[in-house]
């Protein structure tokens, strides 16, 4: 089992920048890869981005690219998302998870466990 707690959001203007933080504790040793999403109100839960734990290639969704960038600290069991340029559409909750699997990086929400509480992110245009 991994525990994930995320953490970082808040109220930000269009065009501001936040950094969320996912840190993981339990079976580490396990992570494939970990994965951010974000649920809007009204709307299905999406993929942002991913990093494999070992590697730390990375995937993004192509809305995100060029804005967000995804980081990892193994040292501190810790996943970051930067965020930049903030659009009005980037305001949702934001949840991390972890992918135990042996392949590539998902975009699949189901490939994935542990989903922290979520951190709303909400971005005022």
């Known amino acids: 089992q991994v525990q994930l707690v995320e953490s970082g959001g808040g109220l930000v203007q269009a065009g501001g920048s936040l950094r969320l933080s996912c840190a993981a504790s339990?079976?580490?040793?396990?992570?494939?890869?970990m994965g951010w999403f974000r649920q809007a109100p009204g709307k299905e839960r999406e993929f942002v981005t991913a990093?494999?734990?070992?590697?730390?290639?990375?995937l993004y969704a192509d809305s995100v690219k060029e804005r967000f960038a995804i980081s990892r600290d193994n040292a501190k069991n810790t996943v970051y998302l930067q965020m930049n340029s903030l659009k009005a559409e980037d305001t949702a909750v934001y949840y991390c998870?972890?992918?135990?699997?042996?392949?590539?990086?998902?975009?699949?929400?189901?490939?994935?466990?542990?989903w922290g509480q979520g951190t709303q992110v909400t971005v005022s245009s």
């Open positions: 998870a972890a992918d135990f699997g042996f392949s590539g990086l998902t975009r699949t929400p189901s490939r994935y466990e542990g």
């Open positions: 339990g079976t580490i040793f396990r992570i494939n890869a």
């Open positions: 990093v494999k734990w070992r590697g730390g290639s990375t």
